[in-house]
């Protein structure tokens, strides 16, 4: 079974994917990404925290842009934390930015997107 290694910026999104919070991992449709396929491995982890997460790849749902996205899994299977009181329009724009600040992001513009659906494995060290 593929594994494959996927660095994340920040913390908290690897503990939202371990308690099952964090449903889908969005990320530019690159190269990296088109390899992958569903019941491979994936090992998320985050360079300052020293832990990672395995996950398994239960899902893979490319789209042509991150509001497609956002607009047709919801922003918060994506990205948990965002305050439950804002209307959907206001969650969907809030979640937008924050990809559009990931370095790199730029690229789904001619890539499009892909929404890699997780199920937690273990954490590791």
Known sequence: MPTHEVSMLGEHYLHDIACGKKKYEGRVYSEKY??????????????????????????????RSFREMLEQLGPRTMLPRLDSSHSD?????????TYTAFPGSERAESLGCVAIGVTFIKKYR
């Open 34 to 63: 088109r390899a992958m396929q569903v019941g491979d491995i994936v090992k998320f982890y985050e360079k300052t925290a020293g832990w990672g997460i395995e996950c398994k790849i239960t899902s893979m749902h490319p789209f």
């Open 89 to 97: 329009e206001a969650l969907i724009d809030e979640a937008l930015a």
